[in-house]
């Protein structure tokens, strides 16, 4: 299914507005999404950390050891990141540590394009993965994980969430889903 995402449009503008962006995709790597990506002087990174967060739970790994083998860039490495559903996958426990693993590598001002389920409906059903097919237009494909996107969360939890060391400069909904992009605040 494709859908647009002003999330990804304004997500993609700060990046093409970067004469040498260093972007991540924690979705994983797909051809389409490289596509969009990559460009003159931009770098990639791709990490497919729902596959990777669903064997962590699966194995009952804590979000610290979860966190000692995934995600490891050093510090300010990255301009953008896209999270897609991986806060909305993950279990509890896990939601801080990854909010400040998230805020850890991005470089003050740098960008993260989050989706969450706006819905019960949208929560039940089974996780998907994001590619990108054009500028702020994406297509969801099955993830293959067990996940579902349970994690149904209020604007007070978002804020809580992510108030270590982001602002969330917009949120959007569109096919009963939250579109949060976020900005990492200088400092700390």
Not at 26 to 32: D, H
Not at 84 to 94: E, S
Not at 117 to 123: E, H, K, L, V, Y
Not at 132 to 159: H, M
């Given at each position: ?70 995600i490891k860039y050093p510090a300010g490495t990255f301009?953008?990141a896209l999270c897609w559903n991986l806060f ?101």
């Amino acid at each position: 299914m494709e859908r647009q995402s002003v999330g990804l449009r304004r997500l993609m503008d700060f990046v093409e507005s970067l004469p040498e962006a260093v972007v991540l995709d924690l979705g994983g790597a797909s051809q389409a999404s490289i596509d969009h990506l990559a460009g003159p002087g931009r770098r990639l990174y791709a990490e497919d950390a729902l596959r990777s967060l669903a064997e962590a739970v699966e194995r009952s790994q804590s979000a610290d050891d979860y966190l000692k083998a995934n995600i490891k860039y050093p510090a300010g490495t990255f301009h953008a990141a896209l999270c897609w559903n991986l806060f909305g996958c993950a279990p509890a426990a896990f939601l801080a540590p990854l909010a400040d693993r998230l805020q850890e590598i991005l470089r003050p001002g740098g960008r993260a394009l989050a989706l969450l389920p706006a819905s019960i409906a949208s929560a039940r059903r089974p996780a998907v993965r994001y590619e990108i097919l054009g500028p702020g237009l994406v297509r969801q494909r099955d993830a293959s994980t067990p996940f579902k996107e349970e994690r149904l969360l209020t604007r007070r939890e978002i804020d809580k969430l992510f108030d270590r060391g982001f602002d969330v400069t917009d949120i959007f909904t569109a096919d009963a889903f939250h579109e949060l992009l976020l900005v990492r605040r200088a400092g700390r």
